[in-house]
């Protein structure tokens, strides 16, 4: 079964400092991974999409890193700010050519930053 | 460009009664989904549509009905409301290859009492 899990499932940290959310995947045939963020009680802005071809993607202080052979991602967030506090998604598209594009999600990690 | 948009934002139903949480989207999208999100289980695929006239099952379909008449809407009708529909629904539109990347609507909150 394909499956998405994320660890930790909860995280807090001091403002400033560097993170790291793992996201883990069962099975390595991937089209896209993407990374959401959701704040509560909205709903999914999308942060970063690495396609299967690619290793890592970049947006400010966020990188998202693919490594499909030990089925893992990670999103490295830089000198974290307390704005920074919301749950993170990791998503698999483990697309077929009939089915379109269809997202497993992890559970997410909640993120706290602590002033 | 409006993106994704739901209605109603919020809704609460009797048990047994039925109703459409509306989606559409202004993006040219063919691809449209429908997410349920619950405590502890993250977001399941209810149903999908790959082109307007075109839907099928996902993880969780039973209770739930979609049709696709046009590329911009993707309605999902509940057909007589449980209280294990309570949940936040969430409706999303993919953008074309080579990226395929998901874009989400605000969520409907619905309560089945």
């Known amino acids: 079964k394909q499956e998405v899990t994320q660890i930790p499932a909860a995280l807090s940290v001091p403002e400033g400092e560097n993170l790291v959310l793992n996201c883990s995947f069962t099975d390595s045939a991937i089209y896209n991974l993407q990374w959401f963020r959701q704040d509560p009680g909205k709903g999914l802005t999308s942060l970063l999409l690495i396609q299967s071809s690619q290793r890592e993607q970049t947006s400010g202080r966020l990188n998202a890193s693919l490594d499909k052979s030990s089925g893992r991602s990670t999103l490295y967030i830089a000198a974290s700010q307390p704005g920074d506090s919301a749950t993170y998604l990791c998503?698999?598209?483990?697309?077929?050519?009939?089915?379109?594009?269809?997202?497993?999600f992890g559970e997410g990690t909640q993120l706290t930053v602590n002033p | 460009n409006a993106g994704v948009t739901q209605t109603p934002k919020f809704q609460v139903l009797k048990t047994g009664q039925s109703m459409t949480l509306q989606c559409a989207q202004d993006?040219?999208?063919?691809?449209m989904s429908w997410y349920r999100q619950d405590p502890g289980m993250g977001l399941r695929l209810i149903h999908y549509?790959?082109?307007?006239?075109?839907?099928d099952q996902g993880e969780v379909p039973n209770g739930y009905n979609v049709s696709r008449s046009t590329t911009e809407d993707f309605p999902l009708r509940l057909l007589s409301a449980a209280p294990s529909q309570t949940s936040v629904y969430f409706c999303a539109s993919t953008s074309g290859g080579p990226s395929y990347e998901q874009y989400f609507g605000p969520g409907t909150r619905l309560t089945v009492t």
């Open positions: 549509s790959v082109g307007a006239g075109i839907t």
């Open positions: 993006m040219n999208h063919e691809y």
């Open positions: 998503a698999v598209d483990w697309r077929a050519e009939t089915s379109g594009s269809r997202l497993t």
